[in-house]
C-alpha cells in the first residue's frame, strides 16, 4: 500500500461526509496512481456516520470533478472496542498502516469542515516524495484564536524539547510507515496521562526519536466554540501531557540546546485580523477568584515568593493588571516541578492552573487590542525566548529535594 488516510469518528455524521469527499477528491487529484484506502475507526456512533461514510461515493467525486483514479480507492470503516478515546483510534490506523506496509499515512479530523483537495497534497506530499517521518500542521487563525497553544503549550514545548513545532498537538498530521511502526512500540498508550492527549504524544515521541520533522500550512482553521467549560479538559491534553512526558525524556529535555527551525512548506504563521469575541471582564475574575479560592493548593505547588507576586496582581483593578512573561513562566515550570513529583494529585495540578492561565490570557488579550498580526507574532515570540533563557530554573526546581 501506496498511502492510508485515518479518519476516526465517534458521532460525526453532520460533518464526515464533505470531509470524505475533500479527501478523495485530493487522493484522484494528487495521487491518481498510487495504492489508496481510507481507514474509518469507529468509536461506537449512535448517529448516521458509517452509514453517511459508506454513501459517500467514490463515483460522484469523479463525475463532479472529471477525474479518475488509475488504481481502486478503498474504504474500509470498522467499529473498535476499548472505548471511544482518540488513542483507540490512533492505534487501530496505526495498526492498519503497518498490517498494509503503507509508505505514507495521514489523520484527518472528521470536523474539519474547512478541508480542501490540496489537505491531503500538502500533509503527504513531504512523507511520500520527500522522506519526512511527521508533518504538523499550520494553520491561518484568527487573531485570538489558539490562545492556549500562543500563550503555554507552544513556547513551553519548543523551550524544553528544541523544535519550533508551531502545532505540537495537531488532529490532522502525516506519519511515516516507518514512524508508525516506532510509535506502536513506544510506551504511551497505557500511562499516567490517563489516556488523553495522543496527538501531542506523537510529537513528542517523534522529537525524542530524532525523527525528520516538517510542517505545512493548510489555510484557516475552523474555529469552534466550545465554551471555557472546555479549558480544563484541553489542559489535560496538552499541558499534562506535556507535564508527563519530561520524566522519560529527561536526559534530552534537560540538555542545553539552541531551538531549532524545522522545514516548513508554505507560511508559517498567518493571522487574520477579525477578533473572536472574548470576555475579557469574566477571564479577569475567574483569575481573581481562582487565586483567592486555591490559596492552599498554589501554596503546595508555587513557591512563596511567586505565590505572593500573583496575590499581589490579583488585587490589581482591571486597566492595571499584568501578568509578566516572567512571572508566567515561573508559574508554568513551577507547576511542572511540582507535578513531575506528585506534590498534590497531578490532575488537581494541571486544574489548579487554569484560573492562573487565563490571567495570563487575560493579559495577552489586553495588551494586543490594536495589534498586528506582526505584532502578535513579535509578542509571542519574545515569550518563546523567556521560556528558553528561563529553562535553567525549571532544572533547578527538578533536582530540588522536596
Known amino acids: 500500500m501506496d498511502l492510508l488516510v485515518g479518519v476516526p469518528t465517534q458521532n460525526n455524521a453532520k460533518t464526515v461526509g464533505e470531509v470524505v469527499q475533500a479527501i478523495r477528491l485530493g487522493l484522484l487529484k494528487f495521487f491518481p496512481r498510487e495504492r489508496v484506502v481510507i481507514v474509518n475507526p469507529d468509536g461506537g456512533?449512535?448517529?448516521s456516520t458509517r452509514d453517511v461514510i459508506a454513501a459517500a461515493s467514490i463515483n460522484d467525486v469523479q463525475r463532479?470533478?472529471?477525474?479518475?483514479?488509475?488504481r481502486t480507492l478503498h474504504c474500509i470503516s470498522t467499529v473498535y472496542d476499548g472505548g471511544s478515546g482518540t488513542e483507540v483510534a490512533l492505534r487501530a490506523i496505526l495498526a492498519a498502516a503497518?498490517?498494509?506496509?503503507?509508505?505514507?499515512c495521514t489523520i484527518v479530523s472528521p470536523e474539519s469542515i474547512n478541508i480542501t483537495p490540496d489537505w491531503i497534497e500538502r500533509l503527504l506530499r513531504p512523507v511520500y516524495r520527500d522522506n519526512f517521518d511527521l508533518v504538523t500542521p499550520l494553520y491561518r487563525r484568527h487573531k485570538f484564536d489558539g490562545l492556549l497553544l500562543r500563550n503555554l503549550v507552544y513556547p513551553m514545548t519548543r523551550a524544553l524539547y528544541a523544535k519550533r513545532v508551531r502545532e505540537p498537538y495537531a488532529v490532522e498530521f502525516a506519519f511515516s510507515g516507518r514512524l508508525g511502526s516506532h510509535l506502536l512500540e513506544q510506551q504511551i498508550w497505557d500511562q499516567a496521562a490517563g489516556g488523553v492527549g495522543t496527538e501531542m504524544r506523537v510529537t513528542l515521541a517523534a522529537i525524542a526519536g530524532d525523527f525528520r520533522l516538517g510542517q505545512t500550512f493548510l489555510g484557516t482553521k475552523q474555529h469552534l466554540d466550545r465554551g471555557s467549560a472546555d479549558l480544563v479538559p484541553a489542559m489535560r491534553q496538552t499541558v499534562g501531557t506535556l507535564f508527563w512526558s519530561l520524566?522519560?525524556?529527561?536526559?534530552?529535555?534537560?540538555?542545553s540546546r539552541a531551538t531549532e527551525s524545522i522545514p516548513t512548506f508554505g507560511a508559517e504563521s498567518e493571522l487574520t485580523a477579525e477578533p473572536i469575541r472574548v470576555n475579557r471582564k469574566r477571564l479577569y475574575q475567574l483569575f481573581s477568584s481562582g487565586v483567592s479560592e486555591l490559596e492552599p493548593v498554589l501554596r503546595s505547588i508555587l513557591s512563596p515568593q511567586t505565590l505572593t507576586e500573583i496575590q499581589a496582581i490579583a488585587k490589581l483593578g482591571e486597566d492595571d493588571f499584568?501578568?509578566?512573561?516572567?512571572?508566567?513562566?515561573?508559574?508554568?515550570?513551577?507547576f511542572a516541578a511540582s507535578y513531575h513529583k506528585s506534590v498534590i494529585n497531578r490532575d488537581h495540578i494541571i486544574q489548579?492552573?487554569?484560573?492562573?492561565?487565563?490571567?495570563?490570557?487575560y493579559t495577552f488579550l489586553l495588551e494586543n487590542r490594536e495589534a498586528s498580526a506582526d505584532e502578535i507574532e513579535a509578542h509571542v515570540e519574545a515569550l518563546c525566548l523567556t521560556f528558553e533563557r528561563m529553562k535553567p530554573y525549571l532544572l533547578d526546581l527538578w533536582n530540588a529535594r522536596e
Open 64 to 70: 463532479s470533478s472529471d477525474l479518475y483514479a488509475l
Open 247 to 255: 520524566e522519560p525524556n529527561f536526559q534530552l529535555w534537560s540538555a
Open 98 to 104: 503497518e498490517l498494509l506496509r503503507a509508505k505514507a
Open 352 to 361: 489548579a492552573l487554569a484560573p492562573l492561565y487565563r490571567g495570563k490570557v
Open 45 to 47: 456512533s449512535k448517529d
Open 322 to 334: 499584568r501578568y509578566s512573561h516572567e512571572l508566567w513562566v515561573k508559574t508554568a515550570y513551577e
